[in-house]
């Protein structure tokens, strides 16, 4: 009985993982081997955007930032935050869901994570804030800090299956972070901080670039004390952080250019201040919340296939992860995502999802120009801003569509209803025979 079970169980688990990934590319493309996902607690782009003025909540204009290296790249101009909250913020940029919390994180299939794993991909972390456990769970290894605390750090390494060499690399690195800090206080304490973490997050993507080059990667870094010198230090010491990353931050982005390696740069929240002498900020409480200086986020894009410049529009910060996988041409399997790529990439990917396999081919301007079989298809490479037809042929039937391509497509060719009443039927099944097992032996004890 139990083995039965257990084997219903397996089943049903299986019934909804797709087979492996086939990629045909139909141009060359210059795709990135791996990325960087950069998170810069507490930054507003308010503060360093050359469009933007920051102003206090009493009106008074703000100083901005200096910056060189931080407004290069694919710069989308206005990206904000539906939750100006650092747990929350870090969950939306992961999930590409504009409501989600650090709980769904958790869940099967909800984050960049679990494509890039699913992908090949090994997943990299170092995070001084914003990470929490479900977060810390979706790492293949993570060196993070347990406190929040700039004075006495705490600095904690949790592995899963860890590439060779980077559990030591990250320990090596664990144990340099006093140096960083020794004898510094004040804002320059902060800066070391932060730096520290670019420095060992930039070791860590050297190591895999050299150690492990047919190992794609996705590196997720957050730095801590922009944020923390917001609320602490005030609104000049927050902007001198800000100018200090802009030179910190370029031995990191020269390892992501030199090696073919996408960046992506953004923040959680950003960040309020009462008035132009205000020695403490703030984003969450009611006066702050609202504010375009805590909504207002970052979002810049470095990768080869991305056009460089700057997007105009209003997005969401849950629109960065769909872009993100775009970039890495990876399918959008996000499960619970409410948002969509920005189109940065200088061509577009379609993406084709069954549980069956199909016989797809594309075509354009009435002629065949690929063809393949599975079920789970990707053709890269196309010309953007063209008329393309798909035509599917398997179990569940035919299928064709007509498309213009002016971004990545997703299609599941499967009827989703089937899937789901297939799903449910186990599931009832399932609770039928626990009941009645449940019965048979309660009748023996009986008996
Ligand atoms: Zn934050």
Redesign the pocket.
Known sequence: MKKILSCLVLLFLLSDIASGFSEIALNDVERPDGAILFIV??LGSSYYFPEFTPYALDGSELLKARTENLTSGSRILDTRTPHP??GI?HSVIVTGFSDANEEMVSYPDATIYDITRHNGFVNLAVME??DFPGMREEQDIIMFAENNSIDEPKISIQATKAPSGIYELMYEWRMKLPSYLDRKSGVKRYSAYNKWSIDAANAVAISMINDHPSQKFLLTVNIGAI?SGGHNLGVDNYISLIESLDSDFYPLYRTASENNIALFFTA??GMSFAAKNAKRGG?ISDKYSSRQESLRIPFVVFSPNANPGVIEGVFGQEDIAPTLLSILDLPNNLQYADSKPVNLKNYASIFIRSHNEYDVSLWNNGKKIAEHSGAELGFTGLQLNMSYTLKAKGKEGVYEEHLFLDSDKQFVLSKPESGIINRKTLAIILILIVVASGLIIIKRIKD
Do not use: F, K, R
């Open positions: 607690d507490g909250v650092t913020a804030t914003g944020d959680d929240h984003h």
